[in-house]
Each structure stands twice: as structure tokens, then as C-alpha cells.
């Protein structure tokens, strides 16, 4: 049986070895002595499956980075680590074969990242200081990783010279696990001596209470507020503002299609209630934004299938921008709760025409600029433009661009997996079905059919209607952003 370990310490040998194991040591001497989980001790069994027991008991997950550490990641073996994230220890095996059988290696630091992150671990990274050749927040990582991004992390200098010595304490004040109760003295007189101050329960209970207020900071002004008063997240608030002042740039990139020269910014008007997690969204869904211009186009269908109009011409009078991508789960609840719940390649469904119209004004309130669901009339031409002979979204082949009943299983896929349309949108063809602005009172259109729609029913120009309050598995949104 294995024994449970408070801190488990992941690092790749041949970068981080030597690093690692003082780290391990260090914190024995800091009182955590047996509650450490270190590779270098003898396991009980097999390896990787004592491996996966340590990581699943433990309370913090300490990864140990060098800058080649998370290098040359597989994108295509996502898959595999997400399932490998969230298996039982008995399934760990059959899974780690099939990998094998399918030509993928098994790299441990990914899989332990993935399965931290899966398992909800408290994780603090440990990264060598930022240089023109490395930064940690700027990588690009997996999906199954990605998340790895968002905890914050200690910095080290990578010399001989350095030895975690001035991180340490930081390290101590951000674990959830305590040190046992032989180690608490020596804990006890290390932050005496360190910090300088009268009594170390003293300072470990002003820590505890800072960490709380940190923790609980979401706008620009809380961080500002606690770094004027705080004694132990001076340096985290000052991070945390600095990452403020960058992503409140008063001008954000919008349209990065190619199929136009024009590379635009618009002036965004921040609300000062944005959040970190919020802006960062906000700007990649602005970023998003495709510009389609202005024009005229024959609107309609000889032979309609649903509500569809016969054949007649439409003026759009002005440019507009419209989202590359259906709003994803992750996105709709940064914006509305502040919260990461939710896949962020999976487009947001179960919400009715009044839910999008709430989203859209608490778009506008957080950024100043005009969004807006389409109209059924700019959702048509963005679909069919510069491709207008197309049945389906720039193709007559329904697989090649759509998500529909004859290729998915029940439910929506990952937004941007098939071909997009001329106009770089994708989905505009099946996933799931879009609201539009126009109806009447009770009813409004919808677009573009779901992954429940026959191929008849996800052409460029079918379309339907709901009613406003209805919320149902196959209807999500596409946004429109007015200059």
C-alpha cells in the first residue's frame, strides 16, 4: 500500500534533478521531513503506478521548470494525457499501452501537470527568472496543460550560487500542508529570523490572513489596495499590476484574417470592475473578431426548407465584425461569473435569446464597444461571402465544414475542427445553431443548423426559429461587434 505524501515534487532528470533534490531537502529541514514525495526515495511496487498514487494523496504539487522543461510538446497526443489525467490507477496501464501501441512516448512531467490540474492539486511552479529567450507566462502549451499557465510562479536565478535560498520562504507561505509538529518549531524560528518580526505564530497567522485577501483580489483595485497594506504579497500584488497595466491597453487588436490587408485596433473603455482572468478573454475574443465589409448580396433560398426567404437582394450597409469562433462554455462564464468553469473549445448551449442579450450587455460593459448577436441578414452574408455558389459554408461537401447529425455523436464537437468558410468563420455550418436578433416579440431566427440537423438542414441558408426563453442543447451564439 502506498504511503500518502503532502508535497509531491515533479521535475524532468536530466534538466531540473539537482535542483529538485535540494528543494526536497530544504524542506525536510523546514519541518516537512516523511511528507515529501521524492523519486530519488525506494518505491513500494511499480513505479508509475506508485507514481500516480503519491500525486493523486498529495496536497501540493510543486513542478520544477527549466526553459526546455515544456519544449516540443506533442499538440496530438493531447488526447492521450487528457485521458491519462483523469483515469483510475487500474486503468493507468491499459491506457499507457495504447499510447505505446499508437507510436507516442510517454512523457511523465506532462502527465503529472495534466493529472495535477485534472485532480484540483494546489500547484506552485518553480521557473527560472524571465529573459528574452524564456518567459514563462508567454508559452504556449497543450490544452491538457494550458491551465498550468494561469497558478502563479516563483521565480529562481539558475546559477550554483542561488540554491532556492531566497525562495524558499515563498514557497512555505504559499503550501497547504503544514509541517509536522516536531518540524513547526524549526518552521517557527526560519520565519522569526527571515521576516524579522516578534513572534513567528504571529506572523504565520498575519500571512494565513493576507493570503486569504489575496486569494479573494479580482479587480485592478483590490490587488492596488492590498499592496499598500500588505507585508507578505507585496511582490504578488505588483505582478498581478503589472499584468493589469499590459492587458488595459486602451487599444485592442481586432481582425488577423487574411483574407483582408487591413489590420485594425478599437478603443476599448475598460470597466474598472475587469478582472485578470476576464481581460485576458476579452481580448482574445476581440482579437477573434473577423471584419466582413459592407456590400450587397441576393438573400434567400428558390426552394425553402424552413423559414427561409425566396431569392431577393439585401444591402448591409455598414462593416461589422463577427466572431471567428461560436462563444465556447469557458468564455460566456469568464464574462458572467468571472469563473473558468467550462471547456473552453466547446461552444456554450442551453442558454435562450434573453440569456445572449444579457451576455452581450455585459460585454458592452465591460469593454464600451457594440456587441450584438447578428442579424439574420449579416449572419447570411458573412456565411456566404466571397463563396456565394456554396451550398454548406464554402463547400458543397457538408463533412469537409460542418458538425451535423451524420458525423458527430450526440452532442457539439470542439469549435474550429473542421474547414472554415471564406471569411476564416468557423461552424458557420452545424456545431450548434445561433441565434439572431431577428423575430418577433416571442420568436427569434435561428442559423445555421446543430450537430443534430440533417445536411438539409445546415445549409447557408436554412433557418428557423425559437422562442426567446427557450434553452436547449443545440443552440448556442456567434457574436457581431460594430465598429
Known sequence: MSKNFDIFISYRRKETADKAEHLFDLLEMAGYKGQVSFDRENFDGRFDLEILQRLD??????????????????????HWYEKLARC??????GIESEMKASGASLDFVRMEIARALAKGKHIIPIV??????????????PDDIALLLKEHAEHYQDTKDFLFKDILPKIMKRLKSRPNKKGWVKWTVMMALLLTIV????????????????????????????????????????????????????????????????????????NESCTLQQLRVLRNLINNMMLI?????????????????????VMVET???????????????????????????????????????????????LTGLVFTLPTEAE??????????????????????????????????????????????????SGNVS?????????KKIIRGGSFMSSKEEITVTYADAASIETRSKAIGLRLVLKP
Request: glycine residues 4%; charged residues 25%.
Open 57 to 78: 494523496g498529495c496536497k501540493d504539487f510543486i513542478v520544477v521548470l527549466a526553459p526546455g522543461t515544456l519544449a516540443e510538446l506533442n499538440e496530438d497526443d493531447t
Open 199 to 270: 513572534a513567528g505564530i504571529a506572523a504565520w497567522m498575519k500571512w494565513d490572513n493576507e493570503r486569504n485577501q489575496f486569494d479573494n483580489c479580482r479587480t485592478q483595485s483590490d490587488y492596488e489596495q492590498l499592496s499598500a497594506s500588505s507585508f507578505f504579497f507585496v511582490g504578488q500584488c505588483q505582478d498581478s499590476l503589472q499584468m493589469f497595466a499590459a492587458l488595459k491597453s486602451p487599444y485592442a487588436q481586432v481582425n488577423d484574417s487574411k483574407n483582408t490587408d487591413r489590420n485594425d485596433s478599437l478603443k476599448v473603455k475598460w
Open 293 to 313: 465589409e459592407k456590400g450587397a448580396f441576393v438573400m434567400g433560398t428558390p426552394e425553402p426548407l424552413g423559414l427561409e426567404k425566396t431569392p431577393h437582394e
Open 379 to 428: 449572419w447570411e452574408y458573412a456565411a456566404r461571402k466571397n463563396s456565394e455558389n456554396f451550398k454548406y459554408a464554402s463547400s458543397d461537401n457538408p463533412d469537409d465544414v460542418a458538425s451535423y447529425t451524420e458525423n458527430t455523436e450526440d452532442k457539439p464537437m470542439a469549435i474550429g475542427k473542421h474547414e472554415p468558410n471564406a471569411m476564416e468563420l468557423y461552424d458557420m
Open 128 to 141: 527560472p527568472v524571465n529573459t528574452p529567450e524564456y518567459n514563462f507566462d508567454r508559452l504556449v502549451l
Open 319 to 365: 462593416d461589422y465584425y463577427i466572431g471567428k469562433f461560436e462563444v465556447t462554455e469557458q468564455e460566456w462564464n469568464v464574462v458572467m461569473k468571472d469563473s473558468v468553469i467550462g471547456d473552453s473549445k466547446i461552444p456554450m448551449a442551453y442558454v435562450s435569446w434573453n440569456d445572449c442579450q444579457q451576455f452581450v450587455r455585459k460585454l458592452q460593459s
Open 88 to 93: 483510475s490507477v487500474s486503468e493507468f496501464s
Open 434 to 442: 445561433e441565434w439572431c436578433e431577428d423575430g418577433d416579440e416571442s
